[in-house]
């Protein structure tokens, strides 16, 4: 599956965004998807994942409480809201596929199979 992200932006701390991923093709449905994100000189880290049908969710200890993740699979679309933001969430946000059915979402790098292009979220103080 091929993926596209958008959505990024600058926001002031506090605040909230919304990413979105689009896939291409029939097949998003049989994905497991997945956020992660990279900030400045950082490895690339697992922020949320969602199951196939959209029902079982896992996030990073940071993101519990604050981001969102969600997907409609009749528009082919993964989401992530994210509030109460901070400049430490500043960073490249991917998201990602993985053809295996995972339960609950793998939070590894390694898991995931398709990747989107990232889309750059920055936080100011």
């Known amino acids: 599956v091929q993926l596209q992200a958008s959505g990024g932006g600058l926001v002031q701390a506090g605040g909230s965004l919304s990413l979105s991923c689009s896939a291409s093709?029939?097949?998003?449905?049989?994905?497991?998807m997945a956020w992660f994100r990279q900030g400045p000189g950082k490895e690339r880290e697992f922020v949320a994942g969602?199951?196939?049908?959209?029902?079982?969710?896992s996030y990073a200890d940071d993101a519990k409480g604050r981001f969102t993740v969600s997907r409609d699979n009749a528009k082919n679309t993964v989401y992530l809201q994210m509030r109460g933001l901070k400049p430490d969430d500043t960073a490249v946000y991917y998201c990602?596929?993985?053809?295996?059915?995972?339960?609950?979402?793998?939070?590894?790098?390694?898991?995931?199979?398709?990747w989107g292009q990232g889309t750059q979220v920055t936080v100011s103080s």
């Open positions: 990602a596929g993985d053809s295996a059915p995972r339960y609950p979402p793998a939070q590894v790098v390694g898991a995931y199979d398709s």
């Open positions: 969602v199951s196939r049908g959209g029902k079982v969710t």
């Open positions: 093709g029939q097949t998003f449905s049989t994905y497991v």
